[in-house]
């Protein structure tokens, strides 16, 4: 009886330190920011604008602004998922582009060259300050917020508190919570977690037409975890699964391109 006392006590103690590192770095496993020095130059394969965004609080955040060579039907907002920066994400504009939005797209606080530190409050603000500055040239109608993965967070929550076309929401999560759960379905965590996304709570309260794209095979954004966003959906909204599809590659499926033409037609 004494060795299974023993026993037990070093698998709670052992547990009890996975917890604590789980705790302690729990922002650095949600948020892969990767920084760029402030001098850094875009290599891109479509031309943009770069300027910086200015928080009350005087942080800065980077942005771009990609011009359709089309007559221009509107802006896609985009906000980016949880890893690297607008170098990278820069790429995935020409879908827009090539249908005749123009395309904005930012840094959050702690990402690329943009100031301060991530979290959940920082990227609202980001997402506010952003959708302020395109409303200066667009009209609310011709706004469209696209969120993938991270950023379906903040583009499913400025939804409940702006004007736009409609909220567009790529590989999203019922919320940050449930993907750890749905991941590691056997993990007890007795603490909340810092940054939650709330999709759940923000998709109903849309204040517009809601669309979701998703794929059968994610293995970073299980479906499982997506797929509960679709009973809070509305008669006018819409959840499209692509069979095959995984987390990075949605872009590549026809049906993914039949989706954007019918959504961005107009």
């Not at 985009?78 to 820069?90: K, T």
């Not at 702006?162 to 991941?183: G, R």
């Not at 998709?203 to 479906?223: C, F, Q, R, S, Y």
């Amino acid at each position: 009886m004494k060795k299974i006392l023993v026993f037990i006590g070093v698998i709670v103690f052992l547990y009890a330190i996975v917890l604590g590192v789980l705790y302690a770095a729990q922002d650095n496993m949600i948020y892969m920011a990767s920084h760029l020095p402030k001098d850094h130059e875009f290599k891109l394969r479509y031309p943009a604008t770069e300027l910086f965004l200015k928080h009350e609080n005087g942080n800065e955040i980077n942005a771009l602004s990609f011009k359709t060579n089309q007559s221009s039907k509107g802006v896609v907002l985009y906000f980016h998922g949880n890893s690297r920066n607008l170098q990278h994400w820069g790429r995935f504009v020409n879908k827009f582009l090539s249908r005749g939005y123009d395309v904005f797209m930012i840094d959050y606080q702690g990402y690329g060259k943009s100031d301060g530190e991530v979290g959940q409050q920082a990227i609202y603000e980001d997402a506010m300050l952003a959708y302020n500055h395109v409303k200066e040239e667009y009209a609310t109608d011709e706004i469209i917020l696209y969120g993938r993965s991270l950023g379906s967070g903040p583009a499913s929550y400025l939804s409940t508190i702006v004007d736009a076309k409609m909220l567009v929401l790529v590989t999203p999560f019922y919320s940050i919570p449930d993907v750890v759960k749905v991941q590691a379905p056997y993990v007890f965590i007795p603490f909340e977690l810092n940054t939650v996304f709330p999709n759940y709570k923000h998709v109903p309260e849309a204040k517009m037409p809601v669309h979701i794209a998703h794929g059968t095979e994610d293995n970073i954004v299980p479906l499982e975890s997506g797929l509960k966003l679709k009973p809070l959906l509305r008669a006018n909204d819409s959840f499209t699964i692509i069979e095959g599809g995984s987390h990075r590659n949605l872009v590549r499926y026809d049906k993914f391109d039949a989706l954007l033409d019918k959504l961005l037609r107009s």
